[in-house]
């Protein structure tokens, strides 16, 4: 089975920014209640996805004061343990960030140790890949990044 995930996050100054769980050097960070991990929560809800659950912000709402700042990692990591729950495993997840900078794919080994620690998958069945917008649309005035991605159980 699979399921389908996609967010979106803005540009801010003053904020870290977290992709996958590795902090990335960069003029800005993303906004949001969380760290605002674009990638994890995209795969988040590809994982949730696969079982037809309702999507993170169900299970980590917006605005609770218990999910300020929270380490995305965390969310996978539920998320995971729910298709666990029911009996099933993950076979891979496959995601792709949208942005025109930073370069993230020198970060990609690093993310998808990240990312398969907190699925409990090996990182080689993490795919991670990036695109630019083409300078194209709000990604491509460089508001924002998305990202987007699947996921496969068994
Ligand atoms: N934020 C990004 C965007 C792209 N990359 C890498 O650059 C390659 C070329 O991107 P185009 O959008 O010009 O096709 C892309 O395939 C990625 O390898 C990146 O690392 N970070
Ligand atoms: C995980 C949450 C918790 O506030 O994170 P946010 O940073 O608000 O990010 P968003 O992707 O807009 O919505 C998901 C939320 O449930």
């Known amino acids: 089975m699979i399921g389908l995930g996609y967010d979106i996050h803005r540009f801010t100054e003053g904020r870290p920014l977290v992709l996958g769980g590795v902090e990335i050097p960069h003029t800005h960070g993303l906004d949001g209640h969380s760290d605002a991990d674009v990638l994890c929560h995209a795969i988040a809800d590809a994982v949730l996805g696969t079982l037809g659950l309702p999507d993170i912000g169900h299970w980590f709402p917006p605005g609770d004061p218990a999910c300020k700042d929270i380490c995305s990692l965390k969310i996978l990591e539920k998320a995971a343990a729910l298709i666990r729950e029911q009996g099933f495993e993950l076979v891979n997840v496959d995601a792709t960030l949208i942005a025109e900078a930073p370069k993230v794919l020198p970060h990609r080994p690093a993310m998808q140790e990240k990312i398969g620690q907190a699925l409990g998958l090996a990182p080689e069945r993490v795919g991670i890949k ?25």
């Open 130 to 154: 990036a695109t630019t917008n083409e300078m194209l649309g709000a990604i491509g005035r460089r508001e924002g990044m998305a990202a987007m991605a699947v996921a496969q159980i068994r």
